[in-house]
């Protein structure tokens, strides 16, 4: 659960204050605004909607819950948390929505949990589907979900003890409607010897190299993470051994890791924080040498220090609507035996990055047994709008689109684009028989089948290019107002970087002369990338300070004939309206919100060069414009 710390309350006139933590945000319908910014109300509510991206009708969501596959039906699932009565936190319950390919999505129209009962009764909170196996034969599902009795709830706050339970609900029509069990709360709170920060947001799976630590059986054993933290000591996840056939039993494993307080290797690993939030496990796999795995978690981080901000400089860039002290990252590690008998098992830190280095959060996930991928969803929030034009439009957030992790190996690397190896710390690092290194991190673009469809879709339009020298200005290798149309498409190009580039990318243009733009930028000396956003007309309203994330590109050697190559720069960038998410060389994820880029002129590459002799070149781009999805209301 994403807790009271990422909503706002209302305020008059504009404000752009939020609420602190312990109390809840209220809708506060006395707001005015002046003329200017005053559409019509169907204006209001679809001025930055997106299409294809996955949202209720109305009211707010936050966190992706349950998402995961319905053998007895060929369905999958995934619910979100959602208030229905407005745009604003409170009175959490669960939204659902069904699909046969995780693209077009039929939205059930009332809430599948609500917070009815004594011991859920001041919110459903985050949960996972408790995955089953086609050989287990029934139509039941069961979910797990963090039920909540009192409020406030925050890791800056005192921890009420039970007001976080776990508790469970089952289906026997596909997810469509749920009963709760007459046993909950399976369990009623946290360990008793434990001072937590938080204990929320249930993940279940079945974890073989677990279950190999502890001498378990693992066709009859799951196990189960509770995300949270020990005050005062540092974030984790609490670990339980689950018995397949009874879902209710719980056994307390103990706490997973212990990696201090706001552990911060480097820019490339992030902030783990204070506090987890909706941590998922889950081993993956080399495509290209399926034998190679790593274990990871995944998670959200609360209470990172001011400073994750800044880039490279430590310096925070001003704005009115600050974003909440949080990160999406992930972790490797390996699973290994304990000599304490209160944590019989840890998982040491390996090395780890962000999942997004922009505003998506509370990231949850599942193996899908169709594709055997490990597929992931991810909040979109509403965080750099001011409350009064989010109330306007009548509805807050929406998931991301659904993405595959998988390891990413890179073979052969001599360097990376300025940074000594060693220093990389989002990366594993071994050096093979050649004096070369084998580098490994998770890698996440969006799911392939998804990727497909959408491109297919009826009324979508293709453009390429292909070949084209860059220069800093005046000749531009380009996308024309002919090609983009629509303020949904997909943009996928390369880019081959000179010797002596200092940068590189593309200029989204919003009106023109292009003076109005998005623009991303990588500078190969710097391994950063800066998503410049265009301000809008009263900055005070919305944020639209820069995103920032690192990133390095490799040189290998071919051992064969010692020839070194450098990787291309290979962007991805997939826009609906107000949302864009952006992926570089599958391994950075950027998603940011646009509120000031209402319009398109289309799109120019360009690069800075050291010398004209020397160009940097764009491969190949291709556009599809108009893209769309069949999301209804059922």
Not at 305 to 323: K, Q, W
Not at 403 to 424: F, G, K, P, W, Y
Not at 508 to 532: M, Q, Y
Request: proline content about 6%.
């Amino acid at each position: 659960m994403a807790s009271l710390h990422d909503s706002r309350s209302s305020s008059p006139a504009l404000s752009p204050i939020s609420t602190p933590p312990s109390s809840p945000p209220e809708l506060d319908t006395t707001s005015t605004v002046d003329d200017k910014l005053t559409p019509s109300s169907t204006t209001d509510y679809a001025r930055w909607r997106p299409s294809f991206h996955l949202m209720p009708e109305s009211g707010w969501m936050n966190d992706p819950c349950a998402p995961g596959y319905d053998p007895s039906t060929g369905n999958y699932l995934v619910s979100f948390q959602w208030n229905p009565k407005g745009p604003d936190w409170g009175e959490i319950c669960w939204g659902t929505a069904i699909s046969k390919d995780m693209c077009n999505w039929t939205l059930l129209e009332k809430p599948t949990l609500c917070p009815d009962t004594r011991y859920d009764g001041e919110g459903v909170f985050t949960g996972c589907l408790i995955p089953t196996c086609e050989d287990e034969g029934g139509e039941e599902l069961t979910v797990a979900y963090t039920s909540v009795s009192h409020l406030p709830i925050h890791h800056t706050l005192p921890h009420v003890r039970g007001s976080e339970s776990l508790s469970l609900a089952r289906s026997v029509d596909g997810g469509k409607t749920w009963s709760k069990l007459a046993a909950n709360p399976t369990m009623p709170s946290e360990p008793i010897e434990l001072d937590v920060t938080g204990w929320r947001d249930p993940f279940v799976s079945r974890w073989p190299s677990m279950a190999r630590t502890l001498n378990l059986d693992s066709d009859k054993t799951l196990f189960g993470i509770i995300s949270g933290g020990i005050r005062d000591l540092t974030p984790c996840t609490f670990v339980y051994a689950i018995d397949a056939s009874d879902l209710t039993n719980w056994r307390y494993i103990g706490p997973l890791v212990d990696v201090g307080l706001n552990k911060r290797l480097s820019r490339w690993s992030g902030d783990l924080g204070l506090n987890w939030e909706v941590t998922n496990f889950m081993t993956l796999h080399d495509n290209s040498l399926p034998s190679m795995s790593r274990d990871f978690l995944v998670m959200g981080t609360e209470g990172c220090l001011p400073a994750e901000r800044s880039g490279e400089d430590n310096r925070t860039v001003a704005s009115s609507l600050p974003r909440p002290e949080r990160g999406q990252l992930w972790m490797s590690g390996t699973l290994r035996k304990n000599s304490l008998s209160t944590a019989p098992v840890e998982m040491t830190y390996d090395f780890g990055g962000h999942l997004d280095h922009g505003c998506l959060y509370a990231a949850n996930s599942f193996h899908d047994p169709q594709s055997q991928k490990q597929v992931v969803w991810g909040w979109i929030p509403e965080d750099d709008l001011c409350d009064d034009l989010r109330h306007r439009q009548g509805w807050s957030g929406m998931l991301s689109l659904p993405r595959e992790l998988r390891l990413q190996t890179i073979r052969h690397v001599v360097h990376a684009s300025a940074s000594h190896l060693v220093d990389l710390t989002s990366f594993e690092k071994e050096q093979d028989e050649f004096g070369t290194y084998t580098l490994g991190t998770l890698g996440s673009e969006p799911l392939s089948t998804v990727q497909r469809a959408l491109r297919e879709a009826d009324g979508v339009t293709t453009a390429h290019l292909t070949s084209k020298a860059l220069y800093e200005e005046g000749r531009f290798a380009s996308f024309t107002t002919n090609d983009i149309l629509t303020t949904r498409w997909e943009l996928r190009c390369s880019i081959r970087l000179s010797s002596s580039c200092r940068a590189t990318g593309f200029t989204i243009g919003h009106s023109a002369d292009f003076t109005k733009a998005t623009t991303l930028t990588f500078e190969p000396a710097k391994e950063t990338i800066t998503i410049n956003r265009p301000s809008f007309s009263r900055p005070e309203l919305v944020n639209s300070s820069p995103e920032v994330a690192p990133h390095t590109l490799f040189t290998t050697r071919i051992p064969a004939s010692g020839r070194e190559e450098t990787e291309t720069l290979d962007i991805q960038v997939w826009r609906d309206n107000s949302v864009m998410e952006v992926f570089v060389n599958g391994r950075t994820a950027i998603s940011t919100r646009l509120y000031a880029a209402e319009e398109t002129y289309g799109i120019r590459f360009f690069a800075e060069d050291g010398t004209v002799d020397d160009r940097s070149a764009l491969v190949d781009a291709t556009l599809w414009d108009g893209i769309g999805t069949s999301i209804v209301q059922g």
